[in-house]
């Protein structure tokens, strides 16, 4: 069974605009953590933001917040005042503690941003 | 800062042939990873390594094997390079710790192709 799914294979937003990247996440574990991260066309993957499920508020980073609902299984990413840099694939991954796989990131497929100027 | 390094940007081979991916991290992590990256599939886990010659399968270990003899270095091997394992590689490490430690820093990746 798919872990994380990202519901949105592209998405468009106009420059300096707000934009919501959905991502769900399946697991029975009480303790996770849940990560998002920015590929640009260079390829290299760049770490935004963490949010653990203990976590009493919602992580942000600058323009980046995490709009955590436990009781969904959402960990959606907004992106605010959008620029055109923004413009990359952005990848939801979560950690959840089993056995030796407890270091593992498990991926969503990803989403791709283009921002319009 | 955290550095990930990955020995080539772009590889090319022929079928057949012996490959090695090289990647060195400079934050005395103890975790490193191997990944692909194919479109449509997203990051897939190769092999992962928690500390000295130390390794654990990932989702598709079949036609890879790894090697960790230093702590800061970790390596792909392909034995006999196929058409199919065309494909981004990309190199990961992160700190055994919790919470915003866990996150896993990436190399810049090395695009394969196998001819």
């Known amino acids: 069974a798919q872990k994380i799914t990202q519901t949105q294979p592209g998405m468009f937003v106009q420059e300096k605009e707000a934009v919501t990247l959905d991502c769900t996440y399946d697991?029975?574990?009480?303790?996770?953590?849940l990560f998002w991260y920015k590929q640009p066309s260079s390829g290299e993957m760049i770490f935004l933001i963490y949010q653990g499920s203990y976590d009493q508020q919602n992580a942000t980073e600058g323009r980046y917040s995490l709009n955590f609902q436990k009781a969904r299984k959402s960990a959606n990413l907004v992106i605010s005042a959008s620029q055109l840099g923004d413009s990359a694939m952005y990848f939801c991954?979560?950690?959840?503690?089993w056995g030796a796989g407890s270091y593992q990131l498990t991926f969503g497929k990803g989403t791709k941003l283009s921002v319009i100027p | 800062d955290v550095k990930v390094t990955q020995s080539s940007r772009y590889l090319v081979k022929r079928t057949g042939e012996k490959v090695f991916l090289e990647c060195v991290q400079d934050?005395?992590?103890?975790?490193m990873f191997w990944y692909r990256q194919d479109p449509g599939l997203g990051l897939r886990l190769i092999y992962f390594s928690y500390d000295v010659k130390m390794k654990e399968k990932g989702d598709i270990p079949e036609g890879y094997s790894v090697s960790r003899e230093k702590k800061e270095r970790f390596s792909l091997i392909l034995e006999s390079a196929s058409t199919n394992q065309t494909s981004m590689y990309l190199c990961?490490?992160?700190?055994?710790?919790?919470?915003?430690?866990?996150?896993?820093?990436f190399g810049p990746g090395t695009r394969l192709l196998v001819l």
């Open positions: 697991t029975s574990d009480p303790s996770y953590g």
């Open positions: 934050m005395d992590h103890e975790n």
């Open positions: 991954a979560m950690r959840d503690s």
């Open positions: 990961a490490s992160s700190s055994s710790g919790t919470g915003n430690k866990e996150t896993q820093y």
